[in-house]
Nanobody
């Protein structure tokens, strides 16, 4: 019912920047939260940044001060500006949305994008 389309991943040198985008589409009534998680090989998926509607933002400890999340509510799009990237930021980044959606009946659900690879070289 909700499709998340990510873009913006790639290869960057340490100290560089990347900007990820994620657009949500479908029969969306409202979005409760939207953000990013990441998973590196051998590791569990972890929170990067989350924007909670009407509440604020949460960041993973390892990215605080370097990454910034923002949303364009009119476009149902979330962005992640990543600065001062480190090799340990290398991971697949997944867009996440907690949304109310449905063609006839609104149902709350959690949705994930396909993931976009971010690789930071040293």
């Amino acid at each position: 019912q909700v499709h998340l389309e990510e873009s913006g991943g790639g290869l960057v040198q340490a100290g560089g920047s990347l900007r990820l985008s994620c657009a949500a589409s479908g029969n969306i009534f409202s979005i409760n939260s939207m953000g990013w998680y990441r998973q590196a090989p051998g590791n569990q998926r972890e929170l990067v940044a989350l924007s909670v509607t009407g509440s604020g933002t949460n960041y993973g400890d390892s990215v605080k001060g370097r990454f910034t999340i923002s949303r364009d509510n009119a476009k149902n799009t979330v962005y992640l500006q990543m600065n001062s990237l480190k090799p340990e930021d290398t991971a697949v980044y997944y867009c996440y949305a907690d949304a109310n959606a449905g063609l006839i009946f609104n149902r709350r659900g959690e949705y994930w994008g396909q993931g976009t690879q971010v690789t930071v070289s040293s």
